[in-house]
């Protein structure tokens, strides 16, 4: 994934990884269950924290990471919070942006396996 654009919303990310992905990575995406995710943080969670700046203060799509993670992941957000609390004075974000990278790529999955299903049933889908 080489992008130029840093978006600055988890839906424009998404979009983004979206437009990049070939059909047998959308497929096997939307073959694990949503935990199983996580097995990408060492790969494509690195390149998104990279590519869209989440370690050079993209503040907009950390706040939104932060925002989405407090709303739809509410447990994860009090444990990421209690981690991350030991590194604000260092990265004095909201959210850590190993966490922000996770929001990404659950927020991928549930647009993959939403989409899926949608299709499936013959209607068109739109993300967020």
Known sequence: MKNKIKPTSVAQAVNIIMDTMNPKDIKMIQ?????????????NGRDI??????????????????DIQKKDYPDEHKECQDLYA?????????????????????ELWKTLNYR????????????R
Request: aromatic residues 10%.
């Open 49 to 66: 924290r990279n590519e869209f700046g989440l370690w050079e203060n993209n503040i907009k799509l950390i706040k939104d990471c932060n």
């Open 116 to 127: 899926n299903k949608k299709e499936k049933n013959g209607k068109k889908f739109k993300h």
């Open 31 to 43: 073959s694990i269950p949503r935990k199983d995710m996580l097995k990408f943080h060492h790969t």
């Open 86 to 106: 030991t590194y604000q004075e260092k990265m004095p974000y909201p959210i850590h942006p190993d966490d922000a990278s996770g929001v990404i790529l659950n």
